[in-house]
């Protein structure tokens, strides 16, 4: 008796053991997702291992399984995965100022796929690649869309009218409306420090990050007259200049070799206060070596004015020499060019038109000059003398 019921212990043991190891088709799960595909096996009586690899399907979704869908299994057994880990990531190349087909062509090449978008861009010409979203150097998974921004050209924008504005609500107008602002000063006292012209000019279109020049009206400036008495000629010009003065120059007789080419007196005189630009007559000694006899030595007074520039290259200029009756009694001018060493004018510069101009009023004169220069490779100067009825 005890032995029939050990038996039958033993077999309902192997029975129940045994349901578990049940037989089962294995449900296709070939291109869904992981999930998915571990919860159709699950519904099964399945378990499953996985296996990762880098493929250009998506990432997660099952590549193949072993064994495939539809063969008869035990359920104790585990069904193989292979899962796509995605293809990978790669780094987005910089293709910004590239033409757009080649920059169209480094985004295939580095695994991603290109989706065009134009933008206006000032800084890039149309159909040149103004850079990518996301941005060079990224580093993104492959077959990942990258939008392409090519420029189809800088924006056209009206430009603004900002004459008459002071120089800061001129800045801020034109920069808010997208342009660049660059400045220049004329002295001229209509409205100091607010805007005389503007290029271009207003009402026009402009391509947004291009500059407009803009002309600032500046009052003249006051400035002390430094002493040039005793120097040169040449260093009396210099300093004179340095003070952003100029100089005219009258010559007088000397009988001291010792003061010839010298500034033996200057007007407006040396400390006082004048108008920056202004005129500073120096007069200059010119020894005449005498002979016998002795010629008359005549009344002291201007013989002459000479007034001399220095020429820049590239560059059309009126100079003028201004004078009043009593300065210059009966002046008559003329105008030369002057090379180094005082030789002839180099090549690249010529007068091209020199006279007498009227003067501002009755009791003054002028003489003019207007010079044409190209291709200077040495100092030229342009020289106006009037001569003058000596007093």
């Known amino acids: 008796m005890l032995a029939a019921i050990s038996s039958l212990a033993v077999g309902f043991a192997l029975l129940v053991s045994g349901c578990g190891d049940t037989t089962a088709k294995v449900p296709n799960t070939v291109n869904q997702t992981l999930a998915v595909g571990q919860q159709m096996l699950g519904a099964k009586g399945f378990k499953s291992t996985v296996k990762r690899v880098t493929d250009k399907q998506g990432k997660d979704e099952i590549l193949s399984q072993d064994p495939v869908g539809g063969t008869e299994q035990k359920t104790s057994e585990a069904v193989a995965l292979t899962v796509s880990d995605g293809p990978g990531e790669g780094v987005i190349p910089d293709v910004a100022g590239d033409p757009a087909d080649r920059a169209e062509q480094q985004i295939r090449e580095a695994g991603f796929t290109p989706v065009i978008s134009e933008v206006f861009s000032s800084a890039h010409q149309a159909g040149f690649a103004v850079g990518t979203t996301p941005v060079a150097g990224s580093d993104v998974e492959k077959d990942t869309k990258v939008t392409l921004k090519i420029s189809k050209g800088a924006q056209q924008v009206k430009v603004p009218n900002v004459v008459g504005l002071t120089e800061g609500s001129a800045d801020t107008a034109l920069t808010n409306a997208g342009f660049r602002v660059d400045h220049s000063y004329q002295v001229s006292s209509k409205s100091p420090g607010k ?116 020429l820049v290259a590239d560059q059309t200029k009126t100079y003028t020499v201004t004078w009043g009756a009593g300065q210059c009694p009966g002046g008559d001018g003329n105008a030369v060019l002057k090379g180094d060493g005082g030789g002839s004018a180099m090549s690249g510069a010529q007068i091209t038109a020199q006279g007498d101009a009227k003067g501002p009023t009755s009791n003054t004169s002028s003489y003019y000059a207007t010079t044409t220069t190209s291709d200077i490779t040495s100092p030229v100067t342009l020289v106006i003398t009037i001569t003058c009825l000596v007093q």
């Open 195 to 310: 805007v005389l012209a503007q290029d271009p000019s207003s009402g026009g279109s402009a391509s947004i990050g291009s500059s407009v020049q803009i002309t600032i009206d500046q009052a003249p400036k006051k400035v002390t007259v430094p002493n040039a008495v005793g120097q040169t000629q040449s260093q009396g010009d210099r300093t004179l200049q340095n003070a952003g003065l100029d100089a005219v120059y009258a010559t007088r007789i000397v009988t001291n070799a010792s003061q010839n080419g010298i500034v033996l007196a200057m007007s407006p005189g040396a400390g006082s206060s004048v108008t920056q630009g202004t005129n500073v007559a120096l007069t200059i000694g010119k020894y005449n070596k005498p002979t016998p006899p002795v010629p008359p030595v005549p009344p002291p007074g201007p013989s002459s004015i000479v007034k001399q520039w220095n």
